[in-house]
C-alpha cells in the first residue's frame, strides 16, 4: 500500500520559518519526482516546488522562490520543505505529491500519489 504522510505544519509568525516533512511507504521515493502543493481557503490547489529523482532538477513558483528550499534523502525515502521568511499570504494546507514522470512538472493531474496535507499558517 502506497502511503505519503506529510508533517512538519504549524503555526509561525510572518518572517518565520517552518521545515515540513513527506515520508513515503510502499514505494522507492529514488523512482519518482516529488513535488509540494498548497491550497488556501477558497483557492485552487497550487504548485509550490518539485524535484526530480537524483535532486539534479529543481522548480520553484515564482512566489516562493528565494524563499523555499525542496530537497530530498532517498536512502530515507523522504522529502523536505524548507520555507523561510514565511508570510502570511503562505498560509495553506500544503500536501507532498510523487509523479511517475522523469521531469517533474507543475500539473496537479501530472502526479500519481498524495500525502494528506500539513497545515501552516503564518500570522502577520
Known amino acids: 500500500q502506497v502511503q505519503l504522510v506529510d508533517s512538519g505544519g504549524g503555526l509561525v509568525q510572518a518572517g518565520g520559518s517552518l521545515r515540513l516533512f513527506c515520508a513515503a511507504s510502499g514505494l522507492p521515493l529514488s523512482l519518482y519526482a516529488m513535488a509540494w502543493f498548497r491550497q488556501a481557503p477558497g483557492k485552487e490547489r497550487e504548485f509550490v516546488a518539485a524535484i526530480n529523482w537524483s535532486g539534479g532538477v529543481i522548480d520553484y513558483a515564482d512566489s516562493v522562490k528565494g524563499r523555499f528550499t525542496i530537497s530530498r534523502d532517498n536512502a530515507k525515502n523522504m522529502v523536505f520543505l524548507l520555507m523561510s521568511s514565511l508570510k502570511p499570504d503562505d498560509t495553506a494546507v500544503y500536501c507532498c505529491?510523487?509523479?511517475?514522470?522523469?521531469?517533474?512538472?507543475?500539473?496537479?493531474?501530472?502526479?500519481?500519489?498524495w500525502g494528506q496535507g500539513t497545515q501552516v499558517t503564518v500570522s502577520s
Open positions: 505529491a510523487a509523479s511517475e514522470r522523469t521531469i517533474p512538472l507543475r500539473m496537479v493531474h501530472t502526479y500519481d500519489y
